[in-house]
């Protein structure tokens, strides 16, 4: 099950890196698509915080989507 | 689904006309939603089979308080009763705890996971202030505080985003702090003590520090790209004051006392997370990808996919699906052998060697022109060992980790007022 | 044409229920037309307009030597960076010349050094032609907002933009003054017509549709003295009914396709639009021109009002 730290991390930045080597720019008008609300990163951010207090408290791993908010005796 | 009737030139040009148009005069665009309220709250009903229950009110609202200014309130109730895994192992006889105030005993059958029962509440407020500083920058500063009878937490954050390459990149940068303090009702217990003869101690502390470098990338007209990186350091009382675990008979495997848990009193953990967002024809698809490791020795892996169906114009599905899987810290073990306890020992599930699969459905619908209802059904399942390869005389016959069933269902509405 | 000096004075005029202000700009007669009792208001909404509408000519007309346009069009090779308005229509430009395939595009304008519509007979040779189509192109030069760099010699040329830009832009600022000042009765609606690009708001009171005269100078026939009824919407005309070419019994029209160097064929003499907003209606009309013989076909497929003569 476990993957080494190495090829996790270099398989991440040969994601980001080729999609970025294919980067179009997207001009003002055809950010129709983008601009809508379900192609938020965060669709919807009370969810985000109930799951993310949910998973923090029943797992080791938390942090990555973004910085903030407090801790609680969950954990 | 409706399949998109080919976009015609007139279309195409009414888009670029309105972008230009709107573009030059920003001034009318940015009035509209001036003086309203964006409201989201929801209801969360979390419940795990034979544990614990939680019920969570939120509520969050937003506004504008000045030009490319806002302000968002948040707030979170959560009232949580049941019984959560003490971290003592299970035996081949009756185990009997006294509960951690003193005040009560409780007794555990055979073969079965000690817990404790508990009750709590916990209040939990946060403001951010989020402000433009320049056409391509934008601040937010966050505060928040969680208070429960035994526990206060307070944390401060600020994030800056800057907008590039023509608003197709933006990098972000961000520092968090917090501060929490524990209060054990009779004081918190001295690490790594017996429990029966442990010194009580007044209240322990711990703070962390966490920072994160991201960057945010418009691929092309459908799909959109994020990769952060987050560095988190705390330090201090790190325990959980009401964690036990067993000390065994190497031989027979039979307990012989419980000691309190004794975790190291600092801990650095590096994340990488990436996440992209597709849009099909109408379709939304999320995936993310996040990679976890500390130097107690976690590492994790979590893959999160939800697939945004859409019910024609007004509703949408939403299933989710989500694995996770973490190895176990160091020093964790589901039991420890008398004589050989290290310096630091935890016998707490949550550091186990674990897979958790979550199963998710959403269902969204608009109402009116600008609020949405929805639900969401979750379920989640983890598991570990539960029957390790260093399991002593009995223990190979019982269950030494105690798989979790947890169902979630929310409720939530938005509105703008 | 050199430097055009530009007359502002504006004059405001009673008619029938409703207030016409006039002004020259763009090389036009230019009016608004408002529907209010109120003369202050007229008055003021009239000098909005006329300011806007200069403004817009002393920015980007290419007959002036203190703008954008002419810093960009001596620029000899190099890089310029402009303003975000200026940005915005370069980026409008270069969607239309994308939407158009190539058609549509404002670094054609140097075409005109070998292409005079004067009614003789002076055609270019094939030579000429070649020659000054190696400037022409969107795909020549580097655009990235906020720098816009031309090959040496090229040029651009906002003129087939400009004029529905500032009715659009006009249309929007004076909304905004109307919103301020009537704040109970914000439903007055009111014309711009510049030189025949016009946007009508909504219908007169009762329902009642706008009387527009069209008397664009450049148009003859039908359209010199015609008059449209209009409630809501934009309204353009691309061609030019006295601007052509004739040798050999041919008739070359004025509108260049910048893909080949050559007049369009067959295009009709001009081509009227009825779309959302002013700037949709004259692109449509451009475009359609741009199609020649397809012309009608193109606008039916589209499905706006329109006429051509």
């Known amino acids: 099950m476990m993957l080494k730290v190495a090829p996790s991390v270099i398989f991440l930045a040969l994601i980001f890196f080729l999609t970025a080597c294919s980067i179009e720019p997207v001009k003002p008008w055809d950010r129709d698509l983008l601009a809508e ?36 005796g969950c954990n | 689904m409706q399949l998109k009737k080919k976009q015609s030139i007139r279309d195409a040009l009414a888009v670029a006309t309105c972008t230009l148009l709107s573009g030059v005069s920003q001034t009318q665009a940015t009035e509209v939603n001036d003086d309203r309220w964006e409201l989201d709250t929801a209801i969360l009903f979390y419940s795990e089979k034979d544990r614990v229950e939680v019920i969570a009110p939120t509520a969050t609202a937003k506004k504008a308080i000045g030009e490319d200014e806002f302000i968002t309130l948040r ?35 055979a073969g079965e996971t000690p ?104 691929i092309n007209r459908r799909t959109l790209m994020q990769l952060n990186y987050m560095h988190a350091e705390s330090s201090g009382y790190l325990n959980d004051p009401y964690k036990i675990l067993s000390v065994v008979d190497s031989g027979t495997g039979a ?152 169902t979630t269902i929310q409720f939530s509405y938005s509105t703008t007022f | ?74 620029s000899k090779g190099k890089a310029v960076s402009v303003d975000e308005e200026t940005a915005g229509l370069l980026d409008y430009a270069q969607r239309c010349c994308e939407l158009s395939e190539g058609r549509f595009d404002i670094t054609s304008g140097v075409l005109r050094e070998v292409w005079r519509f004067d009614g003789s007979d002076n055609i270019p040779d094939i030579p000429q032609v070649k020659q000054v189509l190696a400037r022409v192109g969107w795909d020549k ?27 659009d832009r006009t249309v929007l600022l004076l909304q905004e003054a109307l919103q301020e000042a009537l704040q109970q009765e914000p439903d007055t609606n009111f014309v711009v017509n510049f030189g025949g690009d016009i946007y009508v708001t909504g219908p007169r009171k009762g329902d009642e549709p706008w009387v527009i005269a069209l008397d664009d100078p450049r148009a003859s026939g039908v359209l010199s003295s015609g008059q449209i009824q209009l409630r809501r919407g934009g309204v353009a005309t691309s061609g030019d009914a006295r601007r052509f070419l004739v040798k050999d019994g041919v008739r070359y029209s004025h509108i260049l396709d910048p893909t080949t160097g050559w007049p369009v064929a067959d295009a009709p003499h001009s081509v009227t639009v009825i779309a959302g907003n002013c700037m949709e209606a004259g692109m449509l009309a451009t475009f359609a021109m741009l199609q020649g013989k397809q012309a009608k076909i193109f606008l039916e497929e589209q499905g706006v009002p329109f006429w051509t003569i």
């Not at chain 1, 949910?54 to 908010?69: H, Q, R, T």
């Not at chain 2, 009756?94 to 555990?108: C, H, K, N, R, Y």
């Not at chain 3, 005029?13 to 608004?32: L, T």
Request: glycine share 8%.
């Open chain 2, 115 to 218: 817990m404790w029962e508990f009750r709590d509440m916990r209040l939990a407020l946060g403001v951010d202030w989020e402000r433009s500083t320049s056409r391509t920058v934008r601040d937010t500063l966050s505060a928040d505080i969680s208070k429960e009878r035994d526990y206060f937490s307070g944390a401060l954050s600020a994030n800056r985003n800057w907008d590039l390459n023509d608003r197709l990149t933006t990098i972000s940068a961000g520092l968090g702090v917090n501060y929490d303090l524990i209060s054990p009702e009779g004081g918190v217990p001295d690490a790594g003590q017996t429990v029966a003869t442990a010194k009580v101690l007044g209240d322990e502390s711990k703070t962390g520090t966490s920072v994160l470098f991201g960057i945010t990338q418009v």
């Open chain 3, 1 to 74: 044409m050199s430097q055009v000096p530009i007359n502002q004075s504006t004059e405001l005029i009673q008619a029938d229920g409703y207030w016409v202000g006039r002004f020259q700009a763009m090389a036009s007669p230019c009016e608004i037309l408002l529907e209010t009792e109120d003369s202050a208001l007229a008055k003021r909404l009239l000098q909005i307009a006329a300011d806007e509408a200069w403004r817009i000519e002393a920015k980007f007309s290419r007959y002036r030597k203190d703008n954008i346009v002419h810093q960009i069009n001596t």
């Open chain 2, 75 to 109: 707030a979170v109730y959560d009232s949580l009763t049941g019984a959560s895994p003490n971290g003592a192992s299970p035996t081949n006889t009756a185990q009997t705890f006294t509960s951690p105030s003193g005040e009560s005993t409780l007794t555990t059958q």
């Open chain 2, 255 to 406: 307990t012989l006392q419980y000691l309190y848990e004794k975790r190291p009193d600092s801990r650095s953990s590096d994340v990488l997370f990436w996440k992209m967002v597709y849009h099909l024809s109408e379709d939304v698809l999320h995936l993310s990808y996040r990679y976890f490791q500390d130097d107690w020795g976690i590492k994790s892996h979590t893959v999160d996919l939800a697939y945004r169906y859409e019910l024609g114009e007004k509703s949408y599905l939403r299933p989710r699906v989500r694995y996770y899987t973490q190895s176990g810290a160091d020093f964790y073990n589901h039991s420890f052998v008398n004589g050989s306890v290290p310096t630091y020992a935890s016998a707490d599930s949550r550091l186990a060697e674990m897979d958790s699969v979550t199963l998710g459905i959403k269902y969204g619908r608009k109402v009116g022109s600008d609020s949405e209802f929805s639900v969401r059904l979750e379920q989640m399942v983890q598991s570990g060992k539960d029957h390790p390869s260093d399991a002593i005389g009995f223990q190979q016959q019982l269950d030494l980790y105690a798989e979790l069933e947890a």
């Open chain 3, 141 to 167: 030069l580097y655009w990235q907002q906020p720098n816009l760099q031309l090959q040496d010699g090229m040029e651009i040329d906002l003129g087939g933009i400009g004029k529905e830009y500032a009715v």
């Open chain 1, 37 to 72: 609300d379900k192609m938020q990163l965060v669709p919807d951010a009370l969810e985000e915080t109930l799951d993310a207090h949910i998973y923090f408290s029943k797992e080791s791993s938390f942090g990555g989507a973004g910085i903030g908010g407090g801790g609680c």
